[in-house]
């Protein structure tokens, strides 16, 4: 109820206003039944005009600090979270990961739209970077549809960091639904599951006309953290360092929604010479490696 009333009577019809979304490939929101919306992540705002054009109700999985946070504030962040349809993610992987896997298939078991970010994270500059498996295992496990999303000026109109978003046009480019039937049974296998992940992947950089960049997100910004660590030393030291490093650290760990994947294998550490989608598709990926550096069982 508190949805719909946000989107249509509350914020919906300012952010319309203000912003004046427009939508390309709106033939391709399915008028019915479950889909997953997998989308590029530009900003904090990317979770609230792709909902905003999207006529049915979307639910985003986001992480779980949104809703534990204490005082007024913190109260009124998780109410408005949970009011926009989103649903708290634990990203400490494992067990955490799987149970963010069973909560975007409940959604989905109930012929809703679940929106979610394969890239796991914001783009620290705007590139399009590896996508992560739970969007692809989820898929087949639920037997639905995956429509590729390119959010278009929302970093310029609220980059990282910025509270308040710039009052500018927001684009939003909706792609024919990807069906992975041909894969149904193989939610298990981690080579499937990559080869679809790329394949969404490429959709989404022809979509949204990003260079791709051929490691994690995360890996991208804990390189972003350790040069700015190695910059503050020198001209800071000492406690100054700690304190500009833990600046540069709020800036590019400052993700707000999630890619399920924890449950499956594609480990967070894995950066570096892998094929890219345009490449991958339908190939055989590396061996998954774990966060200790080991290899995973096949």
């Known amino acids: 109820m508190f949805y719909w009333v946000l989107k249509?009577?509350?914020?919906?019809?300012?952010l319309k206003l203000l912003f004046r979304p427009w939508v390309e490939g709106e033939e391709n929101i399915p008028p019915e039944g479950a889909a997953i919306f997998a989308s590029n992540h530009l900003s904090f705002s990317d979770s609230?005009?792709?909902?905003?054009?999207?006529?049915r109700r979307m639910t985003f999985l986001a992480k779980s600090d949104y809703f534990t946070g204490r005082g007024i504030k913190g109260r009124l962040t998780a109410a408005f979270f949970k009011g926009v349809g989103q649903l708290p993610v634990d990203r400490s992987g494992g067990r955490a990961g799987e149970a963010a896997l069973r909560s975007g298939l409940k959604v989905l078991r109930r012929g809703e739209l679940?929106?979610?970010y394969p890239e796991g994270t914001r783009s620290p500059d705007g590139r399009l970077y590896r996508g992560r498996t739970g969007v692809a295992r989820?898929?087949?496990?639920?037997?639905?549809?995956?429509?590729?999303?390119?959010?278009?000026?929302?970093?310029k109109a609220q980059p990282s960091g910025k509270k308040l978003p710039?009052?500018?046009?927001?684009?939003?480019?909706?792609?024919?639904?990807?069906?992975?039937?041909?894969?149904?049974?193989?939610?298990?296998?981690?080579?499937?599951?990559?080869?679809?992940?790329d394949e969404i992947m490429?959709?989404?950089?022809?979509?949204?006309?990003?260079?791709?960049?051929?490691?994690?997100?995360?890996?991208?910004?804990e390189r972003l953290l350790a040069a700015a660590?190695?910059?503050?030393?020198p001209l800071y030291g000492g406690g100054a360092e700690d304190k500009a490093a833990g600046k540069a650290y709020d800036k590019v760990h400052d993700a707000d929604a999630v890619a399920v994947d924890g449950a499956v294998n594609d480990a967070s550490a894995v950066a570096g010479s892998e094929p890219g989608p345009q490449e991958a598709?339908?190939?055989a990926p590396e061996d998954d490696v774990t966060p200790d550096g080991q290899r995973a069982a096949s």
């Open 8 to 14: 249509t009577i509350v914020l919906g019809p300012i």
């Open 138 to 155: 989820m898929a087949l496990e639920a037997g639905v549809p995956v429509l590729p999303v390119a959010m278009v000026g929302t970093d």
């Open 166 to 197: 710039k009052i500018m046009r927001i684009g939003v480019r909706i792609g024919k639904p990807l069906d992975f039937s041909r894969y149904e049974g193989m939610e298990d296998d981690r080579f499937v599951l990559r080869s679809i992940t």
């Open 202 to 221: 490429y959709e989404l950089m022809l979509l949204s006309g990003q260079e791709y960049v051929d490691m994690y997100a995360t890996s991208m910004k």
């Open 114 to 116: 679940l929106g979610i």
């Open 281 to 283: 598709v339908g190939a």
């Open 229 to 233: 660590r190695a910059k503050a030393k």
């Open 48 to 55: 609230i005009f792709l909902p905003l054009v999207v006529p």
